[in-house]
T-cell receptor
Framework: ELKVEQNPLFLSMQEGKNYTIYCNYS?????LYWYRQDPGKSLESLFV?????AVKQEGRLMASLDTKARLSTLHITAAVHDLSATYFC??????????FGKGTLLTVNP | DTAVSQTPKYLVTQMGNDKSIKCEQN?????MYWYKQDSKKFLKIMFS???????INETVPNRFSPKSPDKAHLNLHINSLELGDSAVYFC??????????????FGNGTRLTVT
């Protein structure tokens, strides 16, 4: 059974700093999604990564995928308060049965 | 204009009651899902439906019965509610099938509290 592990689970960082969230998955998969969830809100799709070496960027967030290492990273550049949220990665062989990581609660402090 | 809408947003009920949550999507997707998010924010798939057909039933108790009257709707009925059913239930939709890689779109969630 596919397992998806994120770390860290809690991340407190200062504005302006850089950091990376890691997402490891245990078996072969053909997709990796990153989502953002604000407190009490829905999940918003951030990135879709499908192939080895895929890199996508949106603003201060950049996601990458290494299928050989079964690892995806979400890199935050020069964090701002608005990025405070919980970030989830999800993987699976099809959309029918995605496995989500436990989420990384990111708090960006002034 | 809401893409995936679910009702109600909040549901407070007593143990033993039966309740339903409704979900509708206007994105033209052929696949809909129910996810459960527990108090620790862990998200787990419950059911997946493709073109009204059940594809995934992830060892959910029989008290949970999904129904998909058409591709745009997926409802969830829960019988004999238990304290452990308290959670946020998210409906989602996407294109499905092998080789389809578009992300899931989630509704705003239904916070169920069983007392």
């Amino acid at each position: 059974e596919l397992k998806v592990e994120q770390n860290p689970l809690f991340l407190s960082m200062q504005e302006g700093k850089n950091y990376t969230i890691y997402c490891n998955y245990s078996t072969t998969s053909d997709r990796l999604y990153w989502y953002r969830q604000d407190p009490g809100k829905s999940l918003e799709s951030l990135f879709v990564l499908l192939s080895n070496g895929a890199v996508k960027q949106e603003g201060r967030l950049m996601a990458s995928l290494d299928t050989k290492a079964r690892l995806s990273t979400l890199h935050i550049t020069a964090a701002v308060h608005d990025l405070s949220a919980t970030y989830f990665c999800a993987s699976g062989r099809s959309n029918y049965k995605l496995t989500f990581g436990k989420g990384t609660l990111l708090t960006v402090n002034p | 204009d809401t893409a995936v809408s679910q009702t109600p947003k909040y549901l407070v009920t007593q143990m033993g009651n039966d309740k339903s949550i409704k979900c509708e999507q206007n994105l033209g997707h052929d696949t809909m899902y129910w996810y459960k998010q527990d108090s620790k924010k862990f998200l787990k798939i419950m059911f997946s439906y493709n073109n009204k057909e059940l594809i995934i039933n992830e060892t959910v108790p029989n008290r949970f019965s999904p129904k998909s009257p058409d591709k745009a709707h997926l409802n969830l009925h829960i019988n004999s509610l238990e304290l452990g059913d308290s959670a946020v239930y998210f409906c989602a939709s996407s294109h499905g099938g092998q080789g389809v890689n578009s992300p899931l779109h989630f509704g705003n969630g239904t916070r169920l509290t069983v007392t």
